[in-house]
């Protein structure tokens, strides 16, 4: 029978469910298991497609298109569990498929109401990851415990455990110790608070994981053990990690946490976990002696999250070329403030990411000039790419009104325009070119290079495409188009013939990266930062060396 793990949060937001969930997957998988993971968010959004990146962070596309919380990149990073639409529900997607069987008289006149109709939904969504071939379900519930919105979930979790039984199913619970320095201690009475808020409606945690800025006490893990009813040894520090979160599992794994879940879920088949090469990995993360400093030059940067896939894929990259990536965020309005040579001083590399709407896009075209002129590695991402055209055509082709008719309708030159089949599109939810698509690489390209294929499958999400009619334009001026849909109809890869490293894409390949398997363009991008790098120390030496022997024997 599949097991089941929910994993819930309390004190406050944003204290790693997802990183967690991710790091139990990861340890399941090293076992021998099969794991599915899912989050279940409590906002009343379909979908986050629709909401802005200051609020949410980072939409995260799946193959099947499904748009997702962040954390299921955290998820398929960690893990080789399949993902598809079926791991993210929202309030929103369940209250309308409840609503849609209403109206369909599927409940037979009955009332609908959240118990049971809500509950048995949720339910219902999670079992439907509980294929014979899996052993453990693992599902994170959004927010934190007390919220009014999340309340219909933990309701559904709670009756879990007595649809399934009690060895089937188990609650770990986030919490937060919190470290008050003028007191000179770490308080334990949050954490007991939210335990007891999750107690009152019935759920009773079974391993209790406490973020702390510095190290638990003895004696205040033993209060909080007592005072929660929890083993002890099921109260598990996890102290933040200064070097890297992949730092994390390791930690887990250090609390026998993998032993915990073994052991409470009564799992037979499990074998002995290997976790020799996580090791290795950052054992050489420590060792290494060289950097490359990477700007990425977006309009989101204010707020983490929304660029995290492709911060990851740069430290992801870093592990593959044995090198740390100093990334510097970098506002695109900055650059158009300061000029692109003052911004973007010291950078070994140029990466202009997605986004919507005009705001910044001169500053990222500047960007993308210097990086043009300079001969700096750059790498574009879906407007990334959107904006080198432009950039190309108002400069290179002396198309200086030249733009996308995302932001000016009227544009003379739309080396940037809609797709056809998006010109009909009424409502803005779910209904952009979503989801993974074949490409097609030239031979002796920059991509192919890198994929080591001819064909390859990525993820979109954009409305806006590469305008045909400049094909040839484009092509006959030096920026070629080294990637297109099989049957060549659309441009997805355009590349600059006279230049170290210069590579626009129209997927987000930052989706389908991992630490264990860097994605090709990252690590071929990082390791043309490096050789740009190593060229400039050269250039300097040899202009210091120069100026050490104009000193010495003036003409």
Same mark, same amino acid.
């Given at each position: ?154 309701? $559904? ?25 003028? $007191? ?7 954490? +007991? ?20 800025? /510095? ?10 053990? +007592? ?52 090791? &290795? ?35 992801? $990259?870093?592990?593959? %070329?044995?090198? /740390? ?23 070994? $590399? ?57 932001? %000016? ?35 002796? &390209? ?16 954009? /409305? ?77 030496? /040899? ?13």
């Amino acid at each position: 029978m599949t097991k089941y793990i929910f994993v819930t949060g309390g004190v406050v937001s944003s204290l790693g469910k997802g990183l967690t969930c991710a790091c139990i997957g990861l340890m399941l998988e090293r076992r021998g298991l099969n794991v599915r993971l899912q989050k279940m968010d409590p906002y009343i959004n379909v979908d986050p497609g629709t909401m802005s990146p200051y609020q949410h962070g980072e939409v995260y596309v799946l193959d099947d298109g499904a748009e997702t919380d962040l954390d299921l990149g955290h998820y398929e990073r960690f893990t080789n569990a399949p993902l598809n639409r079926d791991c993210n529900f929202t309030t929103g997607k369940i209250y309308s498929s409840v609503i849609t069987k209403e109206r369909k008289g599927e409940y037979k006149g009955r009332t609908v109401q959240v118990i049971p109709h809500i509950t048995d939904e949720i339910k219902s969504c999670i079992r439907k990851l509980a294929t014979p071939d899996v052993d453990v379900v693992i599902t994170e519930v959004g927010g934190t415990v007390g919220d009014i919105e999340a309340m219909p979930f933990l309701e $559904a979790i709670r009756q879990f455990n007595l649809d399934v039984g009690r060895n089937n199913c188990m609650y770990i619970h986030l919490t937060l110790v919190p470290y008050l320095k003028a $007191a000179g201690e770490c308080k334990t009475k949050p954490t +007991q608070h939210s335990v007891g808020e999750l107690r009152k409606i019935g759920i009773q945690p079974d391993v209790l994981i406490c973020r702390t800025e /510095r190290e638990l006490p003895k004696e205040e893990a033993e209060k909080i053990a +007592q005072s929660c009813n929890v083993e002890r040894r099921a109260v598990i520090e996890e102290r933040d990690k200064e070097y890297t979160i992949y730092e994390v599992p390791l930690s887990l794994v250090n609390n026998k946490l993998d032993e915990l879940v073994i052991e409470r879920l009564a799992i037979t088949n499990a074998k002995p976990l290997n976790m020799d090469d996580w090791k &290795s990995m950052i054992d050489s993360m420590r060792a290494w002696d060289r950097d490359v400093n990477i700007a990425v030059v977006g309009k989101y940067v204010k707020h983490h999250d929304a660029y995290k896939s492709v911060y990851e894929s740069l430290v992801h $990259a870093g592990i593959a %070329n044995h090198c /740390r990536v100093n990334i510097r965020k970098i506002e695109a309005e900055k650059v158009e403030a300061e000029g692109a040579e003052k911004a973007l001083a010291g950078a070994d $590399a140029i990466l202009v990411p997605g986004g919507f709407d005009k705001r910044g896009v001169l500053g990222k075209l500047e960007a993308i000039r210097f990086a043009r002129e300079k001969k700096i590695p750059f790498f574009g991402i879906c407007l990334g790419l959107q904006c080198a055209a432009i950039e190309f055509a108002r400069n290179v082709l002396g198309l200086e009104e030249a733009n996308s008719t995302e932001f %000016n309708l009227t544009t003379p030159y739309p080396v940037v325009a809609l797709l056809d089949d998006q010109k009909k599109v009424t409502q803005v939810g779910g209904t952009m070119r979503l989801g993974a698509y074949e490409c097609r690489l030239a031979d002796g &390209s920059k991509a192919r290079e890198a994929y080591g294929s001819e064909f390859i499958w990525e993820r979109h999400r954009h /409305r806006y495409e590469f305008n045909n009619d400049y094909r040839d334009v484009f092509s006959k001026a030096g920026l070629t188009i080294s990637g297109t849909t099989p049957d060549s109809t659309l441009v997805e890869v355009l590349e600059l013939a006279d230049h170290p490293w210069f590579v626009g894409v129209q997927c987000h390949p930052e989706f389908k990266s991992k630490p264990t398997k860097a994605h090709p363009l990252f690590r071929a991008f990082v390791a043309a930062g490096l050789a740009y790098r190593a060229e400039k120390k050269t250039d300097h030496a /040899r202009h210091r060396a120069q100026s050490v022997i104009s000193a010495t024997f003036p003409s």
